[in-house]
């Protein structure tokens, strides 16, 4: 009962070739964690809370503590096998099948105490203590039978006795390979064998016999047929004359054969608490059964080779497939019922209407009537979760409540069971999108355009909200020279308007920002400006103004070139585009238009040359055209007409 669960495979590998399975040793694991590469026995002393692991790879046997971490070795154990610890919890057992003996450990430091050589062909194999004694089995090659061997500590071997007596099962016919072997502490002097005949596979091979005397008694024989359907392990049952083989089937032996007395849900293996607890592995789980149940208390998802319970059943320890190897894992709270807790809430909700939840609590372990459930909503009003009314889990274990979300984004509802001292605690959580309101944000004076440096108040309006009255406003000129700029900060008034200037030397896409709260959605909205160049133009070499009608000209020699000096806010490859008309026949004319390049002072300088010819009057104007001109910052802008007049 205590030391079960070596696998099959490595025992038919063993008992057929005497050969050691190659496992690869444990991967990656921390220097504390009890790891081995192939289990060769497990077997825990309550007294001291330690677990003792065979590990066959490295001929060894480990200590660990309750919590899994390493805390003692020892090495020098050629082909350890089995693991078995005496009733006083004095000494620990281990079979060496490969240099044939029985070794004696202190169990407090696992220093050797004594190594017993045993005469046999294949083994030691399995090994358990009662009555005294370490009883062992093992196989002789020469009639392929396993038997029984017994040591007896107390015989000391200097006085000309051997402690070591083999051929202690004298049943004919006998086993056909080494039987598993099993002890009950509450049943002592009684040992079970079992396996399956490895010459005659139809037959199931099993008994109890009684130890407590010089000679084993054989209590209950079975020798027959597959209907065990091949025996791998076999636990004597506590308090009661059955056995549990492969941690399914239950038998009663009472009348001196095996009857059917009950199983569990199929599983391959267990080991059984001297409370009566079964602890099945069944595929990757170990399921925890009470006695004759036929659902488990508890299930761990846990890929087990091998485990074992700790003698006041308040935890078992299972090694568990990792990296190749086998870790010590273990398995807490073995007799609290993990329950199945579901939470479904809506999906998405609108803020300020009820929903509804629903769910289910469901034990394999029926839970106490009138049970209830903790809830709690999480939400951006509350980061830390509200409390809301508990909820009573129906008959059915179905429960509901209702709930009026009042604010914005993602909320979650938390629903907990307790616990109680059948049942683990356990909660579950369903999250439900509900939106924010959209508020009301707008930002005046999009599209309008405005002189070279205009200094213009934009004016943000800011509806209904929650809480937050806060209103950002923004400033991207245009050009990739200048970033965008927070231009001020501040709370709407009491008409909820917050305004901001822009100086306007440049097209700007002005931002006004809510960043929202909890119950209100964030808002931006942008508004667009533009801004016309400042642009002149000076005329010079005229030598005198005067009007002509009421137009002021600039008056030239008609052998005079005028120069055109014109003054643009200046930007980077920037160009003005010259416009020259001529009067003629009381109409104004296109004589052209042509570009010419800025200077980075912002000045232009053209000379239009003289015409040779008195009496014309012409005109001339400086304009900036988006996109023409060489870039997009600014708006399209005219300049102001200078006009000219050729005299003598």
Not at 178 to 201: E, I, N, Q, V, Y
Not at 608 to 622: E, T
Request: proline fraction near 6%; glycine fraction near 10%.
């Amino acid at each position: 009962m205590r030391t079960r669960s070596i696998s099959t495979a490595t025992a038919l590998a063993v008992l057929f070739s005497s050969v050691v399975l190659s496992v690869a040793a444990a991967g990656p694991a921390s220097a504390n964690t009890a790891t081995v590469g192939s289990p060769g026995g497990i077997v825990v002393d309550g007294v001291r809370h330690r677990v003792f692991i065979g590990d066959d790879t490295n001929d060894r046997i480990i200590a660990a503590d309750y919590n899994g971490k390493l805390v003692d070795s020892v090495s020098g154990i050629d082909g350890i096998f089995d693991l078995a610890l005496s009733d006083d919890g004095a000494t620990l057992f281990a079979t060496a099948r490969v240099s044939h003996e029985i070794v004696a450990l202190d169990a407090a430091t696992l220093d050797i105490k004594a190594r017993y050589p045993v005469a046999t062909n294949i083994g030691p194999l399995y090994v358990e203590f009662t009555g005294g004694r370490a009883w062992f089995s093992y196989e002789n090659r020469s009639d392929g039978h396993g038997n029984l061997g017994t040591v007896d500590p107390a015989v000391d071997p200097a006085d000309g006795t051997d402690p070591v007596t083999l051929g202690q099962l004298s049943r004919d016919p006998g086993f056909g390979g080494a039987p598993f072997l099993d002890t009950d502490p509450s049943a002592p002097g009684l040992l079970a064998l079992g396996t399956t005949d490895f010459f005659d596979r139809t037959k199931d091979l099993m008994a109890v016999v009684d130890v407590s005397g010089g000679t084993p008694q054989v209590t209950a024989w079975h020798n027959g047929d597959y209907s065990l359907n091949y025996v791998s392990d076999i636990d004597l049952v506590p308090g009661s004359r059955q056995v549990l083989v492969d941690g399914t089937d239950r038998h009663a032996y009472a009348d001196g054969k095996f009857t059917a007395a009950g199983a569990y849900p199929a599983g391959q293996r267990a080991d059984i608490a001297p409370n009566g607890l079964v602890a099945q592995v069944s595929g990757a789980n170990v399921a925890v059964y009470r006695p004759g149940a036929t659902k488990p208390i508890r299930t761990y998802a846990a890929d087990t080779s091998a485990l074992a319970w700790a003698p006041d059943a308040s935890r078992i320890f299972a090694l568990v497939n990792s990296f190749g190897g086998y870790t010590l894992k273990a398995l807490t709270d073995p007799t609290l019922n993990v329950p199945s807790l579901t939470v479904n809430a809506p999906s998405t909700a609108t803020r300020g209407n009820q929903l509804t939840v629903t769910g289910k609590l469901s034990a394999t372990v029926p839970l106490p009537s009138g049970a209830k459930l903790q809830v709690t909503r999480t939400d951006p009003e509350s980061p830390k979760g509200k409390a809301l009314p508990a909820v009573a889990v129906k008959a059915d274990g179905s429960y509901t409540f209702k709930d009026t979300p009042l604010a914005g984004g993602t909320v979650t509802y938390k629903v907990a069971y307790a616990g109680d001292a059948a049942h683990m605690a356990v909660s579950a959580s369903d999250k439900v999108t509900v939106p924010h309101t959209k508020p009301t944000l707008t930002l005046n004076k999009n599209g309008n355009i405005y002189n070279y440096g205009a200094d213009v108040s934009f004016t943000a309006h800011l509806g209904s909200t929650y809480k937050n009255r806060t209103v950002e406003i923004w400033a991207n000129p245009f050009g990739g020279d200048k970033p965008n700029k927070l231009l001020k900060t501040g709370t709407v008034n009491s008409s909820g308007n917050f305004s901001a200037t822009v100086d306007m030397t440049r097209d700007t896409e002005v931002t006004a920002v809510f960043k929202g709260d909890t119950r209100t959605a964030p808002r931006t909205v942008k508004s667009t400006a533009y801004a016309r160049v400042k642009a002149s133009t000076a005329v010079s070499k005229h030598y005198k103004t005067a009007k002509i009608g009421s137009t002021s000209y600039y008056w030239f020699h008609k052998n005079t070139d005028p120069l055109l000096t014109t003054t643009m806010t200046y930007y980077k490859g920037r160009k003005q585009r010259l416009d020259l008309q001529v009067y003629s026949g009381g109409k104004w004319y296109s004589a052209g238009s042509e570009y010419f390049p800025l200077g980075t002072n912002g000045k232009s300088a053209v000379r239009l040359g003289a015409p040779g010819k008195s009496g014309i009057k012409a005109r001339m104007r400086p304009v900036y055209v988006n996109a023409s001109s060489g870039d997009t910052v600014n708006s399209t802008t005219f300049g102001s007409w200078k006009y000219l007049y050729f005299s003598k």
